[in-house]
């Protein structure tokens, strides 16, 4: 599949606005590993490969396994997730469809007391912004298998 546009050259304001998000997404205190799934399940969800590609990428490099990653769109059914990661996965698929049913409260109530103010806010950023991410790379169809993990993560 051919790129549309390189979103980065054409925008570059927008794009360092994304970079500052994702930077604070990594740094917000969140554990990297969860930061990982909730990236990975939000591009399973909006079928962004390029974004796969990256965070599976990353996610193998950081340590995580491959049955975790292999076994994420099923993580309901899957024993190898904690709790926490359970309500964030929820929270993820939560946010990423908000349209189908606006966060219902029986979804915020199994997920808040897993994490505090700070992090539930955090957590959210961290899913909007994957999420927006996404968007970019399937708007524009930026090519999967291209990404080379650096020093830090940018997409």
């Known amino acids: 599949m051919d790129a549309r546009l390189n ?14 998000l994702e930077e604070y997404v990594q740094n917000c205190g969140l554990e990297l590993s969860l930061i990982r799934l909730i990236q990975t399940r939000a591009s399973q969800i909006n079928g962004c490969a390029y974004c796969l590609d990256m965070h599976t990428k990353d996610a193998r490099a950081e340590g995580e396994s491959e049955q975790r990653l292999y076994l994420l769109a099923g993580w309901r059914e899957a024993p190898f997730y904690s709790e926490r990661e359970r309500a964030a996965l929820e929270w993820t698929e939560t946010i990423t469809l908000i349209a189908d049913d606006h966060v219902p409260d029986e979804v915020y109530e199994r997920v808040r007391p897993h994490f505090t103010d700070k992090e539930l806010v955090n957590l959210t950023l961290a899913i909007t912004t ?16 291209t990404y080379h993990r650096r020093q830090t993560t940018t997409h």
Request: proline share 7%; charged share 15%.
């Open 130 to 145: 994957i999420n927006s991410w996404n968007r970019l790379n399937v708007a524009f169809r930026t090519p999967a298998g």
């Open 7 to 20: 979103y980065g050259k054409a925008a570059p304001g927008a794009f360092q606005a994304m970079l500052r």
